[in-house]
């Protein structure tokens, strides 16, 4: 068995996968790479992950769906969630399921690093000086709603159908 620690990469942007495994590689990393969470599967049979970072949002399941899996394969495994449609409804919930943090895209390999191997909750964060606007804040709360809603609701044929932040006609 290898001492080398095992960092899977779930995303469903090639490039980026491509830029991230090498990077990693380059820092001591084995990178195991899906392209969405239905091809994780396949990889957590063959090879346990030490680390891990996952889009949220790709086609097909959310990389949030993952986690407890991966807890479960291995409580000490360190998860950061990446994406480009942050909020705080699903921060909150990926940290809740077990992830270490989360992180906003673009992002490299050092910001990834540093942020899942940040070991104490700092106090002593800078605060916003302002609050969220009020559009910010309703688009969260829209997100949330829209996101319990498909889930529970898919709609039918003939209707709009909203994904997080993009809505489309099914005529």
């Known amino acids: 068995m290898s001492d080398t620690p095992t960092f899977l990469i779930v995303d469903d942007d090639e490039t980026f996968t491509h830029v991230l495994s090498r990077a990693l590689k380059r820092r001591g990393f084995e990178p195991l790479v899906a392209n969405s969470a239905e091809q994780a599967g396949p990889l957590l049979s063959r090879q346990v992950p030490d680390y891990a970072t996952l889009d949220l949002k790709m086609d097909g399941a959310s990389g949030i769906t993952l986690i407890p899996e991966l807890i ?19 921060a909150v ?10 992180l906003t895209k673009p992002a490299d390999a ?4 540093a942020k899942l191997n940040h070991s104490e909750p700092d106090p ?33 044929p003939g209707h709009w159908a909203c994904t ?8």
């Not at 997080?164 to 005529?171: D, P």
């Open 110 to 113: 050092d910001e990834i690093l």
């Open 72 to 90: 479960r394969l291995n409580p000490q495994i360190k998860i950061l969630i990446l994406t480009g449609y942050a909020s705080i409804s699903t």
């Open 93 to 102: 919930e990926a940290i809740k399921l077990g992830a270490k943090d989360y």
């Open 164 to 171: 997080g932040a993009h809505c489309s006609a099914n005529w």
């Open 124 to 156: 002593n964060i800078d605060i916003a000086e302002k609050p969220m606007s009020v559009g910010r804040l309703e688009w969260e709360h829209i997100q949330k709603v829209l996101g319990n809603m498909t889930a529970t609701f898919p709609p039918p």
